[in-house]
């Protein structure tokens, strides 16, 4: 009877939390949640992610529900006595073993995930990626392709001259092109600050570490256009480094490709053509 | 003489004759615990609003995209600023002047064991943070690196950078300090009778919490001078040019830091066993258990460190370890929990400001543990990590968690200290402003961190404006509270109605027996222990 009470109470708690957070949502058009992602590991991360969240919520509404109970029932004001019991071995083993046991319950999952994130092995193109600060280049190891990607938001919508874009401080002049359905190893790593590779709909971020590489791999399965920021602190400017993934299906990527590796012979040739500055500033 | 008489007439008397001196010199030369732990507390309360201010610029700088307020790289030197001061400046000296004001009284001894040391301790501080604050004026301006301090960006700090490290060390040296007194105290002068396991659970937090500060402040120091040498002396422990690794750098800083965390909530944990069990007229559920599981906690906190480092690109192995580590932290903390709702369980509750304070510690900070627990599943982290939502847990289980704490013992004990009961409607009105205005403040800030908002950044994309605005607004709410508790100290530490000796009706403990205010030296004869 208590219990179906606190149960009862608990869940109209939370429904009303729910349903004001879903209106709000819904009329702000606000994301309340980790994005599902564009890949397999995304996906696993995000039900990973929405696994331990409802058994926090389940804890939290036994809990906490136990404890409004008590506030409502056990106050001096209603004629409460005390009980002096303070202690039971039985209840502290219990509710050391349940939380164990429901603690297994998610490092099985997580283990899992975590297994197929690190497994990096047969990939089919491999991307550089180097942390400047503060923008990023991306190097096409096997294509000789490299380029940089800055923010291409103007100053003026950043000092409040202009009006703002839709993709404010979420985009580039060069996006990373990457192929659909096709298993690509990035390998991050900085140029002079540790910077943080992050596109939430790929599932995870990685350190970009001066002097040290990491591997990580990702496969998208839908084409599309996807943007991050870098997340690790790197300086003054390290809210405006942004990344944007745009994923194409493998005919128009290796079509960019193509022209990529074309345009960058002629760019070379162009760049070579106006250098080099002396230092004091003479073009020659 | 002699004798603990504890009547407020025999007080007076004893004033009079050890009284403390008058003027300047009482509080600069003062070896009794009583006065530092008031010049501890009120630091920290000075530090609190330094913090807190700084919070409000950064929140002010949120409240729209665009930027309108400051620079970016001032923005970076207030988020590090705000971390350093709350951290080291209001959070530790606060648990640290309450061990002082409380642990002798608590333990039954006449003061703490190394009282000249105990000065010179706190005396440290105000000069460590004139330091740190000054460097806010040096050309280049303060540090902008994150709190952390991770090379290589620690590195391009202006002339501030040997400043900043030496405040560090100023700060370590006095927490040191500080730690060897409270486990000299507690280990040594506690009146016959009091055996380990009798002693009030604010002791015992705060003994291990000692411990834990002894163990990794050193390794902080070592850190930060290893940072130094780099930059000045031509070694290369944390550039990868020269040899060394910028990620041993977070290994050894987390070593530190992690048991830090802990030193933040273990004593917090010891002043909420302490209220509790006093509005609820029930003893404490579980009192061995919860020795065991602040033990416990403390272990653990030595072997989970790289949780804050899992996007660094750790082998398989390691964070498959760090992360069952993490997550078993949860069992101790749970058993926490639950012995608190026990103690609730059957008490006959009052609701003065003490208690309100300590069940909102027990909700909020459960909330930020559940966070943890999210943050610890490795592969979530991946998401997680560096977003506001890592800003969110952290600051759930500091501002609700270990603020709320010291709110919670500074009402609880003031009548105590001061001899005059505080305004209960104000502090209930301080009560309620702060805790709508603190989840106001962080709760948006889960949201915005699982939508994709990286933390530490002074300007953001146009989806995350509704929830930044809102956790503005919650932080000027909550910033602009605590002036109600200011007064509220003030117009107590000034006068007010007459607080009798045990104050609470449900208290127990030995700082109860003693007159309130207690005199300047108590237990001058150790008190009896049943």
């Given at each position: 009877m208590a219990t179906s009470r606190i149960a009862h109470g608990g869940?109209?708690?939370?429904?009303?939390?729910?349903?004001?957070?879903?209106?709000?949502?819904?009329?702000?058009?606000?994301?309340?949640?980790?994005?599902?992602?564009?890949?397999?590991?995304?996906?696993?991360?995000?039900?990973?992610?929405?696994?331990?969240?409802?058994?926090?919520?389940?804890?939290?509404?036994?809990?906490?529900?136990?404890?409004?109970?008590?506030?409502?029932?056990?106050?001096?004001?209603?004629?409460?006595?005390?009980?002096?019991?303070?202690?039971?071995?039985?209840?502290?083993v219990l509710w050391t073993i349940v939380p164990m046991m429901i603690l297994i319950g998610m490092?099985?999952?997580?283990?899992?995930?975590?297994?197929?994130?690190?497994?990096?092995?047969?990939?089919?193109?491999?991307?550089?990626v180097t942390g400047y600060q503060w923008r990023w280049q991306y190097d096409y190891l096997d294509d000789g392709v490299k380029f940089f990607s800055t923010l291409s938001t103007p100053q003026a919508q950043i000092r409040n001259l202009a009006p703002k874009g839709e993709h404010y401080l979420l985009e580039v002049d060069h996006p990373l092109v990457l192929p659909v359905g096709k298993k690509v190893r990035i390998l991050t790593t900085a140029a002079d600050v540790i910077h943080s590779w992050w596109v939430p709909e790929l599932g995870w971020k990685k350190d970009a570490i001066p002097g040290f590489i990491n591997e990580v791999w990702t496969q998208i399965e839908k084409p599309g256009i996807y943007r991050g920021q870098c997340a690790e602190l790197c300086g003054r400017d390290h809210g405006f480094m942004p990344i944007v993934v745009k994923a194409l299906p493998e005919a128009e990527f290796r079509q960019w490709l193509e022209q990529m590796k074309k345009d960058s012979t002629s760019q070379t040739a162009q760049n070579d053509s106006r250098a080099p500055i002396v230092p004091g500033g003479q073009t020659l | 003489m002699s004798t603990a008489s504890h009547t407020t007439d025999h007080a007076t008397d004893h004033d009079h004759d050890h009284g403390p001196a008058r003027?300047?010199?009482?509080?600069?030369?003062?070896?009794?615990?009583?006065?530092?732990?008031?010049?501890?507390?009120?630091?920290?309360?000075?530090?609190?609003?330094?913090?807190?201010a700084m919070a409000l610029v950064i929140r002010a700088e949120l409240f729209q995209p665009g930027l309108q307020i400051v620079d970016p790289y001032f923005f970076n030197q207030m988020t590090t600023l705000h971390a350093l001061v709350m951290i080291f400046g209001a959070v530790m000296p606060a648990f640290v002047g309450l061990a002082n004001w409380l642990l002798p009284m608590m333990v039954g001894a006449p003061d703490?064991?190394?009282?000249?040391?105990?000065?010179?301790?706190?005396?440290?501080?105000?000069?460590?943070?004139?330091?740190?604050?000054?460097?806010?004026?040096?050309?280049?301006?303060?540090?902008?690196?994150?709190?952390?301090?991770?090379?290589?960006?620690?590195?391009?700090?202006?002339?501030?950078?040997?400043?900043?490290?030496?405040?560090?060390?100023?700060?370590?040296?006095?927490?040191?300090?500080?730690?060897?007194?409270?486990?000299?105290?507690?280990?040594?002068?506690?009146?016959?009778?009091?055996?380990?396991?009798?002693?009030?659970?604010?002791?015992?937090?705060?003994?291990?919490?000692?411990?834990?500060?002894?163990?990794?402040?050193?390794?902080?120091?070592?850190?930060?001078?290893?940072?130094?040498?780099?930059?000045?002396?031509?070694?290369?422990?944390?550039?990868?040019?020269?040899?060394?690794?910028?990620?041993?750098?977070?290994?050894?800083?987390?070593?530190?830091?992690?048991?830090?965390?802990?030193?933040?909530?273990?004593?917090?944990?010891?002043?909420?066993?302490?209220?509790?069990?006093?509005?609820?007229?029930?003893?404490?559920?579980?009192?061995?258990?919860?020795?065991?599981?602040t033990a416990s906690i403390a272990f653990l906190s030595f072997i989970v460190w790289a949780h804050h480092m899992f996007t660094v690109g750790m082998p398989l192995a390691g964070e498959l370890f760090f992360m069952y580590a993490t997550m078993l932290i949860a069992v101790p903390t749970g058993v926490k929990v639950f012995n608190w709702v026990s103690t609730m369980w059957r008490g006959a509750m009052t609701f003065e400001t003490?208690?309100?304070?300590?069940?909102?510690?027990?909700?909020?900070?459960?909330?930020?543990?559940?966070?943890?627990?999210?943050?610890?599943?490795?592969?979530?982290?991946?998401?997680?990590?560096?977003?506001?939502?890592?800003?969110?847990?952290?600051h759930y289980v500091l501002v609700p968690g270990a603020v709320f704490s010291i709110m919670a013992a500074a009402y609880y004990w003031l009548p105590k200290w001061t001899g005059h009961m505080y305004n209960e409607k104000l502090g209930k009105l301080h009560f309620w402003l702060s805790v709508i205005g603190v989840n106001v403040l962080f709760f948006p800030q889960h949201f915005l961190g699982l939508a994709g908002m990286p933390r530490r950044i002074p300007d953001y994309a146009l989806q995350f404006t509704e929830f930044n605005m809102v956790s503005t607004v919650g932080a000027f709410l909550f910033g602009f509270s605590q002036l109600f508790f200011l007064y509220n100290v003030i117009?107590?530490?000034?006068?007010?109605?007459?607080?009798?000796?045990?104050?609470?009706?449900?208290?127990?403990?030995?700082?109860?027996?003693?007159?309130?205010?207690?005199?300047?030296?108590?237990?001058?004869?150790a008190p009896e222990i049943k």
């Open positions: 869940g109209i708690a939370l429904g009303a939390a729910l349903s004001l957070a879903w209106s709000v949502g819904a009329h702000a058009d606000l994301t309340l949640n980790m994005p599902q992602g564009v890949t397999a590991i995304s996906h696993d991360v995000y039900h990973l992610h929405m696994l331990i969240f409802w058994i926090c919520v389940v804890i939290g509404v036994v809990v906490f529900g136990v404890m409004f109970w008590s506030i409502y029932h056990h106050r001096k004001s209603r004629g409460a006595v005390p009980a002096q019991f303070h202690e039971s071995t039985l209840v502290e490092a099985v999952p997580a283990t899992g995930t975590l297994v197929r994130m690190y497994d990096a092995r047969d990939a089919e193109l491999t991307i550089k | 003027g300047l010199s009482r509080w600069l030369l003062t070896t009794n615990h009583k006065d530092i732990g008031t010049l501890y507390l009120l630091f920290s309360l000075l530090m609190f609003f330094i913090g807190g703490m064991a190394l009282p000249r040391m105990n000065n010179w301790s706190f005396w440290i501080m105000p000069f460590a943070f004139t330091l740190l604050l000054s460097t806010l004026f040096m050309p280049g301006g303060g540090p902008a690196g994150g709190w952390t301090l991770y090379p290589p960006l620690v590195l391009q700090t202006g002339s501030a950078f040997p400043f900043v490290i030496l405040a560090i060390h100023m700060m370590g040296a006095s927490s040191i300090m500080g730690a060897i007194n409270i486990i000299a105290t507690i280990l040594n002068l506690r009146a016959p009778g009091m055996t380990l396991m009798k002693m009030p659970l604010f002791v015992w937090t705060w003994l291990i919490t000692a411990f834990l500060l002894i163990a990794v402040m050193p390794v902080l120091a070592g850190t930060v001078t290893m940072l130094l040498t780099d930059k000045f002396f031509g070694t290369s422990f944390f550039s990868a040019a020269g040899g060394g690794d910028p990620v041993m750098f977070q290994h050894i800083f987390w070593f530190f830091g992690h048991p830090e965390v802990y030193i933040m909530i273990l004593p917090a944990f010891g002043v909420i066993s302490q209220i509790i069990p006093t509005f609820a007229r029930k003893p404490l559920f579980g009192y061995a258990s919860m020795v065991y599981a003490p208690m309100l304070f300590a069940i909102a510690f027990v909700i909020l900070f459960t909330i930020g543990g559940f966070s943890g627990l999210m943050l610890a599943i490795a592969p979530a982290d991946f998401q997680y990590q560096d977003t506001y939502f890592v800003v969110a847990h952290f117009q107590t530490i000034r006068g007010g109605a007459k607080a009798t000796d045990q104050v609470w009706e449900g208290a127990e403990g030995l700082e109860w027996t003693l007159s309130s205010p207690p005199p300047y030296h108590t237990f001058t004869t």
